[in-house]
């Protein structure tokens, strides 16, 4: 099944998003949130656009564990807006994780990301 151009637009942004450099980066990071974005992360913490990015940039260089993506799978829900679906492990801690991206002037800009916490052998 071929993917639309909305789906693969929104993975690609996805993965520059999960990029140590990037998330390092208050700059590169912001590039990819939309204004309203808010998240309900693994820990179980709510977060806004101001509180992750200074939580992302807390730490200078960039990650020296990169997050480790498996089973991304996208859906266009409408023309402007993309459902993507995925796991990632980061220091032994794996999550299911769901990213909602926004066509926004142009850019396709993450909205809003849920991440919740489980283990392998359960899931």
Do not use: C, N
């Amino acid at each position: 099944m071929t993917e639309s151009p909305a789906v693969v637009a929104a993975i690609e942004a996805e993965l520059h998003l999960l990029d140590p450099v990037v998330r390092s980066s208050g700059e590169l990071t912001g590039a990819l949130l939309h204004p309203e974005f808010r998240a309900l992360g693994s820990s179980g913490r709510r977060w806004d656009r101001r509180s992750i990015l200074a939580a992302l940039t807390a730490y200078d260089p960039p990650a020296a564990h990169p997050v480790t993506t498996t089973g991304m799978r996208g859906v266009e829900l409408a023309p402007h807006l993309v459902l993507l679906t995925f796991d990632t492990e980061h220091k032994g801690v794996w999550a299911h994780r769901s990213s909602l991206w926004m066509l926004t002037d142009g850019r396709w800009l993450l909205y809003f990301h849920q991440g919740t916490a489980f283990t392998p052998e359960y899931s």
